[in-house]
């Protein structure tokens, strides 16, 4: 219905757009136009030059009014997070303070440098100081968030073995994700996609004479205990898969034929989180507008009300239905963690 | 004006009135003018409108997914039973809308156009260095046109690995429908373009460096030139890399080598595949898909500057910076195709490097903007509709160009790589902007192309409602990014957790739409002004540059009598000591004038 509608208004502006082409164009029958632009032009443009800023400032406001909640800016659930965080906004801040000043500044010129025949522009090449200055501003900023950059990065890619991080194995294939636990010796069991006996469910290609493997854990429910440092291991059978794991700021592609790393400290568990208030009110908000798909969400068979879950994300185009390729993320207390993990069966007690 | 009376020997050579027929006229055409009509017909209007079509059933598919929908079912037939897209389709679309529009429309559509019809006209040459050459490029591009919209009707359906064709989803056809048949005419075809832009930009190469006219030195260039000079340098030096990843990628598909595969287990069994690396096709694609940015940026920032000074009747501010930052932004591009992979599983301390060479780019690019807007204060604006859009490129360029800040930044890359954000980015930054670019050059060199003037007022009706909606569109995107949606994907009804962007997405749709309707009046305006268009002065715009001196009739060789000779740089625009408010190139200094610019 909605649909229709649109189309509908967008018909219509078509042929409002249609009418006025015609009037713009007999407009000029006859006049001595040479279609080049007039003081009256000048004017009018120079206006909607001025209109054109209001809108780009109205649209800036509107954004931030309507979809600030959106933004993943804050409530991060993991140690490295605030710290991006806090880059990603002072860099925002930056970037808001140049457009809104740039943008005055271009369309305020525009208006107020409208033409007006008879009168001369003035003859103004060069200047070093201006050029030197717009150079090193630049420079300067730029440089202070290069190194504050630098460090964030180098803080989060910089692997501390020596924190003793629980391994965990991201296995992607199409269409979804598995984990596998290096279980009590927390040390993975070799695998090589070679390996893969779908007969015996050896779907991840471990290998089964490797004693590292007879502890592993396979699951498809990525549980996590909070505060503990986790060393993901990302491998892909087929094409690439990216893990991305937006609440944790997390994302590393997963290749076939090598094996890539990312690690964070989960800080935050799944049960706080669905108490922050910031997260409440978006749930809330998300219920409201699923209660108005009612009908078309129960058709699809899901569930009506949404409860809030980490996610693993598939974010590397990898085929047909890439855009349903995930995994839930439960983050919960170390006890919570042991009395899982003791649930799950081993590798080889999981084969055939 | 006429050109000046002294004449010298080698410009003498005699223009060849040999008969023309109209095959070699109109079809296969050496003269450059024609070749430019060429490609702005095939590259810009054509290619334009389907890959125009193509982003508006993407975004209608994003806004109401998986409902029926009679424009789908028109357009994609057995793609979209009983009118609802299917998912491979969307991934095509997405993959074909963003190859047309990079390559087709951008890099040959506004390169072919603009370049073949300036270059020589403005540096003062009879013609491209090699005519036979740009015939033979042209029709390599046509030929490739045609083999990649003809990937659509293969019955697997055409590439949906997305533009940047990553393996090994490119590479295996039982990963993925299109990577079969529909994946060998994308290579096919973009084999041949590469070596379609690679003709076209020895030629303008060449052209640029021996042609000039007596007088013109590179320091008395317009800036289009050196923009397009400079770009086709860049051709050169990053499209041979692109054309050997396509061939080895060839290679990996159809000969069973193992360039960039590796252990892969596929549909219950293992390929042979051993030793290869996706990362290393990342490398080399992107060693061509970045410069591959500017490639089509640059030249529209070349029109952008010469349609800016001449509309504000002032010389362009800080010529020498404006060449310094194109050089330095050609030379800095080669260096950060690495900003792309920052999460690919590449070294972290390359990421690091990387982030440290893409942030140098702000600061070249931030000279150019600043000096855009000094170029407008104290002017005397006209608002004729190519300086309306070489504003809008202005606001565009910095919108999206600001937002690189945090995408060439490895840590906050993290989280938004391959989100809406990125979408929203170079859709600004380098999409809206060189489509700008675009708009501005035809309506500015329109008059010279066909002897007739565009309708102004339909002009400023095209540029304001694409400006509002180019906003509308784009910036709401960013927030969709920020809130973690993944770009790609065919819906997110499975995941609830987006549900609060599914608004923000329906309002970017209408916005999208209206801008699609607004085309309408630009190619109506377009067509209509071919045929009846209002005659056109000599110098409608009183502009500076020499392709203004040359007849409106099409002939070969540009000028009937001798090139012109230059005497100054084309910026004296409000000189003093000047009566008029321009000073062409070709007249000479007066007893005790100045080259200001120095």
Sequence with gaps: MTTLLIFIIVLFVAVAMWQMVKIFDLAQVGASNNQVATDKDNTFNGYMMIGFLIFIYAITIASFVYLGDLPLMSNSASEHGPGLDSLMVISMVVIFIVQTITQFLLHYFAYKYKGEKGRKALFYADNNTLEAIWTIIPVIVLAGLIIYGLFTWNDIMNIDESEDPMVVELYAQQFNWKARYGGDDNVLGKANVRLIDLDRANILGVDEDDPNAQDDVIVTELHLPVGRPVLFKMRSQDVLHSAYMPHFRAQMNCVPGMVTQFGFTPTVTTAEMRQNPDIQDKVANINALRLERKAEIEEAGQDLNYQFDYLLLCNKICGKSHYNMQMKIVVETQEEFDTWMAEQKTFPNSLN | ?598
């Design chain 2, 1 to 598: 004006m006429s050109a000046t009376a002294d004449t010298h020997a080698h410009d003498d050579h005699d223009v060849h009135h040999h008969k023309e027929t109209f095959v070699t006229k109109y079809i296969f055409s050496q003269d450059h003018k024609m070749i430019a009509k060429q490609y702005l017909i095939t590259g810009v209007i054509i290619m334009g409108i389907i890959g125009i079509m193509m982003s508006l059933m993407i975004r209608m598919q994003i806004a109401w997914p998986e409902q029926p929908n009679a424009i789908f079912e028109a357009l994609l037939g057995k793609w979209a039973p009983e009118g609802v897209m299917d998912a491979d389709i969307y991934l095509a679309l997405v993959t074909i809308h963003g190859t047309i529009m990079v390559f087709f429309v951008l890099t040959a559509g506004l390169s072919g156009t603009f370049s073949n019809l300036l270059i020589p006209l403005q540096i003062g040459a009879r013609d491209m260095a090699s005519g036979f050459l740009n015939m033979i490029s042209y029709w390599l591009f046509f030929v490739s046109c045609v083999i990649m919209i003809l990937s659509f009707f293969v019955e697997a359906g055409p590439a949906a690995a997305g533009w940047t064709i990553y393996p090994p989803l490119s590479a295996l056809p039982m990963a993925q429908g299109g990577s079969g048949m529909g994946m060998t005419l994308w290579l096919v075809s973009m084999a041949i373009f590469i070596a379609s832009s690679l003709l076209g930009s020895l030629n303008y190469v060449v052209t640029v460096i021996n042609l000039r006219t007596k007088g013109m030195s590179m320091t008395r260039m317009p800036l289009t030139i050196w923009a397009f000079f400079v770009t086709a340098v860049i051709g050169i030096i990053s499209f041979p890399v692109l054309l050997s990843a396509a061939l080895l990628l060839i290679m990996d598909r159809s000969f069973g080598t193992s360039f960039f595969l590796s252990d892969i287990f596929i549909q219950g069994e293992v390929l042979h595949y051993q030793g290869g690396s996706p990362v290393l096709f990342e490398h080399l694609f992107w060693f061509l898909g970045h410069p591959e940015v500017y490639i089509v940026l640059l030249p529209a920032l070349g029109i952008t500057s010469e349609i800016i000074a001449t509309n504000s009747r002032k010389p362009i501010f800080g010529y020498r910076a404006m060449v310094a930052s194109i050089l330095a932004i050609a030379f800095l591009s080669t260096i950060v195709w690495g900003h792309h992979m920052f999460i690919s599983g590449m070294n972290p301390f390359l990421g690091s490097v990387f982030t440290f060479t893409t942030l140098l780019i702000a600061i070249p690019s931030a000279v150019k903007a600043f000096n855009y807007i000094t170029t407008l204060w104290k002017g005397n604006l006209q608002m004729n509709p190519a300086m309306l859009f070489s504003i809008g490129l202005v606001s565009t360029f910095i919108t999206g160009g600001l937002t690189g800040i945090i995408l060439g930044d490895s840590a906050l890359d993290i989280n938004v790589h391959d989100t809406y954000f990125v979408v929203a980015h170079f859709h600004l930054v380098m999409g809206i902007s060189a489509l700008y670019g675009v708009f501005a050059g035809i309506y500015h060199w329109f008059p010279r192309m066909f002897g007739r003037m565009m309708n102004k007022n339909l002009g400023y009706l095209h540029f304001w409602i694409t400006a509002i909606c180019a906003y509308g569109v784009f910036f709401p995107m960013h927030f969709i990014g920020m809130a973690g949606l993944p770009r790609r994907y065919y819906t997110n009804s499975n995941f609830p957790l987006f549900d609060d962007t599914t608004n923000a997405q329906t309002v970017i749709t209408v916005f999208a739409l209206i801008a699609g309707v607004a085309q309408l009046v630009f190619l109506y305006n377009f067509v209509r002004s071919i045929f009846y268009g209002k005659k056109a002065e000599q110098n409608p715009w009183k502009s500076n540059t020499l392709e203004w001196t040359a007849p409106v009739e099409h002939m070969h060789g540009n000028w009937p009598g001798a090139i012109p000779h230059v005497y100054r740089w084309p910026y004296d625009y409000s000189k003093p000591g000047h009566d008029d408010d321009f000073v062409p190139q070709n007249v000479p200094m007066k007893d005790g004038e100045e080259e200001l610019h120095h």
